[in-house]
């Protein structure tokens, strides 16, 4: 794919929806980040059920400590493998109010020290919350890319650096947001919608649903 095309599609998305965001509720940069953790391997719509009490009592580490694993899991026992992510959720926790005051680290080492945090989430977080011009490659975005010439790669790092490498400047801020939208709701992963697809003729997707004229 040319850099011509690729800005086209950048532009095309910008137009179509100039302040993307994520679908994830959240009041503060440490509710984002559990909000994150508890959505590996779950639906958006999943997490923000569970969190909407959860984040009425836990704003801080010490409260998801105060409430303990038993209690956090009560909250969240709606969501794929949450024995998993309350004890890893809880041993964050525990390193956030010992090792950082409480606070988020702006730095990517740190978020991934913590348990249950990988790349991916750690450039949700730095994006997000942050504001820094990194992509998170999840499952919608490494199909997407793949699918439509954009940065192809065998890899979520691979597609990553790609991205990083092609996406104009103007659009890295909100790349993330944009491609995670395209993926989740047009261009998804059995039946993708291309009639419906604002980028169909520029993608260069060889089964397309549809021929552009």
Not at 27 to 52: C, E, M, P, R, W
Not at 171 to 183: N, S, V
Request: with cysteine; hydrophobic share 40%.
């Amino acid at each position: 794919m040319n850099p011509n095309k690729r800005r086209q599609i950048f532009e095309r998305l910008r137009a179509a929806n100039p302040a993307p965001t994520t679908e994830l509720h959240y009041g503060n940069v440490f509710q984002l980040l559990i909000a994150v953790v508890l959505s590996a391997q779950a639906t958006d719509k999943g997490v923000n059920k569970a969190t909407a009490g959860l984040f009425k009592v836990a704003k801080k580490p010490r409260d998801i400590l105060a409430l303990g694993e038993a209690g956090l899991k009560q909250h969240i026992k709606t969501i794929g493998l949450f024995n998993s992510k309350a004890k890893n959720i809880m041993a964050a926790c525990k390193i956030l109010e010992e090792d950082y005051a409480g606070k988020v680290p702006r730095d990517r080492d740190a978020l991934e020290s913590l348990p249950g945090v990988g790349r991916k989430t750690a450039n949700v977080i730095l994006n997000t919350a942050f504001g820094e011009p990194t992509i998170a490659v999840d499952t919608h975005i490494f199909r997407v890319s793949n699918r439509i010439g954009l940065a192809p790669g065998k890899t979520p790092l691979e597609v990553e650096k790609k991205l990083l490498k092609f996406v104009p400047d103007e659009f890295k801020q909100d790349a993330h947001h944009w491609l995670i939208l395209l993926g989740r709701y047009t261009c998804i992963a059995r039946k993708p919608n291309c009639p419906g697809c604002l980028i169909a003729d520029l993608c260069e997707y060889r089964a397309k649903t549809l021929l552009i004229s």
